[in-house]
Every structure is written in C-alpha cells, then in structure tokens.
C-alpha cells in the first residue's frame, strides 16, 4: 500500500487544527496573556497543535503504528493540552511523561533480554532522554514559528536518514506526516502569530522526536546521529541552563534568556528572521551529521564537539552583549 496518500491528510489537519483553535480559543480558556517571559505583546491563542496531534493519532492507526509508541504519545499530548487551560504541576507533569516514557521503551515486552541488567540501564537511559528532550523542546516554543521550522527539519532529517538506513516504512511515513501537519500549522504562527502551538503541539513534538530516535536505532551511532537533528534545542537549552546557574539565577523559574530570545527581545531582531536561521543551521548541522555518520561514532562525537563549542562561544558572547544593553538602558 502507497502509505504516502496520508501526507495531504496531515496537512489538511495541521491546518484545521490550528484554524480551529484560532476560531474557538476564547470560548475554552485556550488564550496566551504576554507576560514578562513572553515574547509576544498581545493575548493570542494557544493549543494549535492539536492538529499536529490529530494528524499523528490518524496516521499513526491508519499505518498500525504499535500502540505503545501512539497511546503515550496521544496521553503527552492530551495533558499538555490540559496544561495549556490550567497550570498543571511540573513534578505531576514530569511523573506523567516518565510513565509514558517507559511504556514507550519498555512496553511492547515481548523480548526478554531488554529486562537484563545492561539492557535495563540502557532503556532506562532512553526514558531520560525521552522525558528530556520533550521538555527541552517545549522550552523552545518561546517565538513565532521556531518550534515549527525545527520540527520541520528534524522530521524531515529522519525520513532521509530512515530511508538511508531501511527503516520500517510506517515510521518513516509517521515521520513526514509529522513534517506535513507542522507545515499546515506554521502559516498561522509565522510571520505573525494568530495562535501558538502550546504544549499540546511542542511536548508531543520533542517526545516523538526523541521516540522516532529511539526506536529506529539498534545502535549508539544511529541514537547519537539522530538526537543531533535536534542539535540546537539541546545546546540552547543546555547552555542557557549552565549561564543562568552561573550567574545565581534559579534555573527553574520560567525566563526569556535562551539565545534565539535574546536575539528576538534584545537586539530586536523579528522572530521570523531568527527562526529561519536557526532551522537553516539545523538543516546544515543535520546535513553535516550524516556525512560523518559514514565515518564512525569517533566523527560524529568529534563533530558534535566542536559545533557544541562554537554555540557556547556565541552565546556566552551574546549574553554578555545584552547584559551590557541591559545596564545601559538602567542607566
């Protein structure tokens, strides 16, 4: 069967979605009031990435997607959803997604040897990664059409590379219909945002981002090649995370000091501008990543090590540079 009709479908739904939810918002709560953290400047709505998830529930059943890789999924997606109407605690929330984790890795059960102890602590170590890079994500759903334009690249990174790797059609085909549904959502949040995606959309991104990593590499290589298709969310987050320690702030109050925030928020730079560059760097981080794959784990770590230096340089660089603004505007 031509598993490929369904990309129309979730495009159509990505767009339903976040046109619904632009229509209807108001009526269920579902409306984003900026803030000091905000980046945006008028209440707008919120949630539109239930069409992202109703485009992955559709697909994933009708390309008998295992039910332990849809059913968490659909559960992340769903709470974040309730997340986005009331505030939701970060430890309930967290307990939840490393519940839904662990169904994901270990769930399908049928294979003993996963219960031994190196293979126990390797699967424990992919649940952490799963409930992370869910997180992670979400934390960069802070401008208009980042979370978008990444998706975009890192879905579209793992088809081409899935393809490259003979992965199972239904995972590949799940992967470009997450890349179409995102683009049917990304018109209404880019150049200006009509509505945002919300936790509904960007937790489940990151959690079947890192899911797909998963579950389509038998091997460190393949999870290490992979997870660098999300390159920039982890080094933004992991960055900003160790210079905002550094500095003594509490690095779990919410905040605006990621790099791609400060670009927009300092230096004034439009949010469209700022997202397309950084999807066109993870387009070329990716791209880079898989030439490197042909050469071994060695190349890759060595890679990932010198463009996780260069980020950190840039942005410790554009820290100090808004902070120096900052103190001059006090001033």
């Known amino acids: 069967m031509d598993y ?48 992202i998830l109703l485009a992955f529930a559709a697909v994933s059943l009708l390309v008998d997607t295992p039910a332990t890789v849809w059913i968490p999924a659909l559960l992340i997606s769903v709470l974040g959803l309730v997340d986005d109407r009331i505030d939701l605690s970060m430890f309930g929330r967290l307990l939840v997604h490393l519940a839904c984790a662990l169904v994901v890795i270990f769930g399908e059960g049928d294979d003993l040897d996963q219960f031994l102890p190196a293979a126990l602590l390797w699967g424990m170590v992919g649940a952490v990664f799963v409930v992370g890079t869910a997180n992670t994500f979400n934390f960069m759903d802070g401008i208009n059409g980042m979370a978008g334009i990444i998706a975009i690249v890192a879905f579209g990174l793992l088809t081409v590379y899935g393809h490259s790797m003979d992965v199972s059609q239904p995972y590949l085909v799940l992967n470009l219909c997450i890349v179409f549904a995102c683009a049917g959502f990304l018109p209404f949040n880019l150049p200006r945002a009509k509505v945002f995606m919300g936790d509904t959309g960007s937790v489940l991104l990151g959690f079947l981002f890192a899911t797909m990593v998963w579950k389509m590499n038998p091997t460190l290589l393949g999870v290490v090649t992979c997870a660098a298709f999300f390159f920039l969310v982890y080094a933004d987050t992991i960055t900003t995370m160790a210079i905002r320690y550094l500095q003594g702030d509490d690095i779990l109050v919410p905040h605006r000091r990621h790099l791609y925030q400060i670009m927009v928020n300092e230096f004034g730079l439009p949010h469209w501008l700022v997202a397309s560059v950084y999807g066109t760097a993870q387009l070329l981080i990716g791209l880079l990543i898989l030439v490197l794959h042909e050469m071994g784990i060695f190349a890759v770590a060595s890679g990932l090590i010198v463009l996780g230096a260069t980020f950190v340089v840039t942005s410790v660089v554009a820290h100090r540079r808004a902070d120096q603004l900052s103190a001059l505007e006090t001033h």
């Open 4 to 51: 490929y009709i369904y990309l129309p479908l979730s495009l159509s739904l990505g767009w339903l979605g976040a046109w619904s939810v632009m229509k209807k918002a108001g009526s269920y709560g579902l409306i984003d009031h900026p803030g000091n953290r905000s980046s945006h400047s008028r209440p707008t709505p919120k949630g539109g990435g239930i069409g």
